[in-house]
Structures are given as C-alpha cells and as structure tokens.
C-alpha cells in the first residue's frame, strides 16, 4: 500500500521551459567573466552548491573570482545575485494546473506528500509563498541537508519524516541527478515524469524507468489502474 509520495522540483513540480526556451535567465555579465569559463567553473561546483558547502549564490561568486585572481566587488555582487533570485521566482508564479489538481487529490485520499530537492538557497526564495508549499508534509532541500540525490540519506531521510517505508512510498522525478536511480537503491519505488519533457528529450535519455505522461496518473497508480 502507497502511503507518500516524494516529487521532486524543479522539471517536476515547476519548468522553466516554455516553447523550447527558458521562460527568463539572468546575466553575469558585470562580473566580466567569459560565458565559457563561467560555465566551466560553475559547473565545477555543483556538488558544493548542491550540499550547502557554499552558504549562498555569493559565496559562490567570491570563489569563482578568487580562483580566478579576478577583482570582487560587493556590488556586483548583490546585483547579480538578484538577478538570478528573480529570475528562479518566475516557474513558481504559474504553477500547472495537473500539478495542483494531483496534490489536491493525494491530500484527499490521505497519501503524504514530500519534496527531495536538489537546490541552492536562491532558488526556492518564492517556494513559501507558491501555491505548492501548503500541499507538503515535509520538505527537503540539499543545501540545508548537506547531502544530495542520489545520496541514498537524503532519500531515507525523507522517508524518516514522513514515518513510511521506502517500500511504501513512490519518488518521481524527471531523472536529473540520477535521482531514479538512487531511489531505487533505496527500495522507493521509481517513476520517471515526462510531462514536461519533450518526446525528443523522452526517448535520448531512456532512463529505463516507467513514465508518467500526466500528473493525474500518480492517482490511478495508487489506486491500481497503473503498473
């Protein structure tokens, strides 16, 4: 018996895709670092972002900079690091309907729900105030657990919150992370969600694990109609 359901976020709850391109982004342009490079060394950190070894967007910033024997200025700083604090508000202010409609529906039938994000502080600024946040039993950021999927505790975590068995509960994510993967490890049972996925994306990555096309399926697989 399905006793909680744990989703993931971001391509799961929230996109910031829409007609094939991001609904906003952000410019580092003041910090006069090269596109290339700047990727490169973001990249470079995102096991650090993810597990809070960076206490915040800054931080980060400073380090990419003093890495690269570049100048900090506190200014720039800030104004950057608002850039991209509003620019990851913008997914949680036009939530999906299926989205909400499933919720709505797992509250009523009595399943628990939780969040296993992983993510930095900038990103879930507008989470409290979103129309998701008042479903959630529990929620878990990487940064403040200091772990991230597919880090079997973060998972067994979760399930600890919400006092169930891996084996009685689902993960669903888009498979970012290798999040499916850890999941299963830990006895969750794994679902891929495609719904905001295109076909193209779907069938490249072929994760291996079964697909949900639609929010509302969560509800028929409880209820037995899905396997």
Not at 21 to 36: A, C, N, V
Not at 47 to 59: A, H, L, P, V
């Amino acid at each position: 018996m399905i006793r909680a359901v744990f989703f993931d976020l971001y391509e799961t709850l929230i996109t910031e895709w829409e007609n094939g391109k991001r609904k906003t982004t952000h410019s580092i342009e003041q910090l006069g670092i090269p596109e290339d490079i700047f990727k490169k060394e973001w990249s470079d950190r995102i096991e650090r972002r993810m597990d809070g070894t960076f206490e915040n967007y800054q931080s980060v910033l400073k380090d990419i900079l003093q890495s690269l024997k570049m100048p900090i200025d506190e200014k720039v700083l800030k104004l950057v690091e608002l850039g991209r604090i509003k620019a990851k508000s913008i997914p949680f202010q036009d939530i999906n309907q299926s989205i909400l409609d499933a919720l709505s529906l797992l509250k009523e039938i009595g399943v628990r729900i939780g969040l296993i994000s992983n993510c930095t502080p900038e990103e879930i600024t507008a989470w409290e105030s979103s129309k998701l946040a008042k479903f959630f039993d529990d929620v878990i950021f990487s940064f403040e657990a200091k772990c991230a999927k597919p880090d079997p505790k973060i998972y067994l975590t979760a399930c600890k919150n919400l006092g169930v068995k891996p084996k009685d509960a689902l993960f669903i994510g888009d498979g970012g992370s290798n999040e499916l993967v850890g999941a299963a490890k830990v006895g969750l049972n794994a679902y891929h969600a495609t719904w905001f996925q295109p076909q193209w994306i779907i069938e490249d990555r072929n994760l291996g694990f079964p697909q949900l096309k639609h929010p509302t399926e969560i509800i028929k697989l409880i209820e037995g109609e899905l396997t």
